[in-house]
């Protein structure tokens, strides 16, 4: 698959199969997320690779997270009660992925947190899922119960930064519109 091909492709999944996914299939995505750009090269991120019983933790932890998030949601989507119940649901069962990914940021060499590098990679790893023939979303709305899901993973000096489910889609969402004007160029001729 050509790289243009995966990203004009590729969606955010929010619906799985309960198919489970071969190891050797997301070390091969986990590969592509560490070959990512990183600040001076640190690398400095961690994945948490989750399935089984400690998923079912997870669940319950990220299900946890949802009443930091309703009243954003509210307040976001206030004629759309459906929306804010869909996430409560969503939470609870991350759309009955069989895995999901946690991707944590380690530090910058100014000891700031590294969100973007991580940002980086994730991406790198959505991108392969896809050209793997599995779906996955970026979901950072669990994010708020951290300290109970890094109880869960063993992971104490990180930042989590977004929680990726992934697994085979049981859904084929189309392509939303892009947004005009979203680039500005400066010194290019007309």
């Known amino acids: 698959m050509e790289p243009m091909d995966a ?3 590729r969606r955010s999944i929010r619906r799985f199969k309960p198919d489970p996914v071969p190891r050797a299939v997301l070390e091969e995505v986990l590969e592509a997320a560490t070959w990512a750009p ?3 090269n640190r690398q400095d991120w961690r994945f948490v690779v989750v399935t089984g019983q400690p998923l079912k933790e997870l669940l319950s932890a990220f299900e946890g997270a949802f009443e930091w998030l ?3 949601l509210e307040k976001q989507f206030p004629d759309k009660p459906k ?3 869909g996430m409560r649901g969503f ?3 991350m759309g009955g992925a069989p895995v999901v990914i946690l991707a944590y940021a380690g530090k910058t060499a100014n000891d700031s947190v590294d969100m973007c590098s991580t940002a980086v990679a994730v991406q ?3 991108l392969a899922a896809y ?3 599995l779906g996955a979303v970026w979901t950072d709305g669990a994010v708020s119960n951290e300290k109970r899901i890094n109880e869960i993973s063993g ?3 990180m930042k989590l930064v977004t929680v990726v489910p992934i697994g085979y889609p049981d859904q084929e969402p189309k392509a939303p519109p892009r947004r005009p004007d979203r680039v500005t160029w400066l010194g290019f001729a007309k």
């Open 124 to 126: 790198n790893l959505l």
């Open 155 to 157: 992971v104490t000096d």
């Open 131 to 133: 050209e793997k023939g």
């Open 91 to 93: 939470l609870s069962t």
């Open 70 to 72: 309703k009243p954003i």
């Open 7 to 9: 990203i004009h492709g």
């Open 83 to 85: 929306i804010v119940e």
């Open 38 to 40: 990183s600040s001076m």
